[in-house]
């Protein structure tokens, strides 16, 4: 039994040497952006059918965490996530397309769980340059005030991203990157049905499909 005990303490400890030598090889950081945003779409309203184009573009403040790696080939990989539920739009009508609508419509539109696996390639145009290139999974999370009582769902979308960026040293060992980003994200459609896009009546909602979404930002990052 003693010996059994002493295999698994072994056993435990080679473990947590192999996790802890795996982490010194990843680099964590926190990153900044001034992002701006630009979505266009059509809503469908409920009982005429009427279709309304709309557009909105803005500029929205993020911050993220990240953890990377560097392959034998010099590349690195990380994992970005948004750990919290960003604004990136807004607004609100008093439009009615019938009387059940009348009132002020108004929506929040938020980033939520917005997750990017990206890779960026060293370049020559400067010292520490780099071309970067992700994908994007994020769901977006409607806040919303219809005067029906009905709600917009969430709807999870996936986007490309491609930048530009330099890498330095800081003076404690750590390091920055500054990068310049753009991103495009697939079409979704979002139906205000009572108890969002999984219930509710086909003929009592308003339906809003998402043509396009571009984005663009600033980032920077600081790590160690």
């Known amino acids: 039994m003693k010996k059994i005990l002493i295999t698994i303490a072994v056993?435990?400890?080679a473990s947590v040497n192999a996790i802890a030598a795996s982490l010194s090889d990843f680099s964590f950081g926190?990153?900044?952006?001034?992002?701006?945003?630009?979505a266009s779409g059509t809503e469908t309203t409920k009982s005429s059918g009427e279709a309304n184009d709309k557009s909105d573009d803005g500029?929205?403040?993020?911050?993220?965490?990240f953890a990377e790696t560097e392959t034998a080939a010099g590349v690195t990989v990380g994992l970005e996530l948004l750990p919290y539920s960003a604004k990136v739009g807004s607004g609100a009508m008093n439009d009615d397309d019938d009387a059940e609508t009348s009132g002020t419509n108004s929506v929040d539109v938020n980033f939520?769980?917005?997750?990017?696996?990206?890779a960026e390639y060293p370049n020559d145009l400067t010292d520490g340059g780099f071309y970067k290139a992700g994908i994007h999974r994020v769901t977006v999370e409607t806040d919303d005030n219809l005067s029906t009582g009905s709600k917009y769902g969430d709807e999870d979308l996936?986007?490309?991203?491609?930048g530009i960026g330099k890498k330095g040293d800081t003076a404690?060992?750590?390091?920055?990157?500054?990068?310049?980003?753009?991103?495009?994200?697939?079409?979704?459609?979002?139906?205000?049905?009572?108890?969002?896009?999984a219930t509710g009546d086909g003929s009592v909602f308003n339906k809003v499909e998402l043509d396009d979404l571009y984005t663009a930002g600033i980032k920077f990052s600081v790590g160690f």
């Open 30 to 38: 926190v990153s900044g952006t001034a992002l701006y945003y630009d």
């Open 112 to 118: 939520k769980n917005h997750i990017t696996l990206y």
């Open 59 to 65: 500029v929205a403040p993020m911050v993220s965490l």
């Open 11 to 13: 056993a435990m400890f």
């Open 172 to 197: 404690n060992g750590g390091f920055y990157k500054i990068a310049a980003e753009v991103s495009y994200y697939g079409s979704e459609t979002f139906e205000a049905a009572t108890g969002g896009n």
């Open 158 to 162: 996936t986007g490309f991203m491609l």
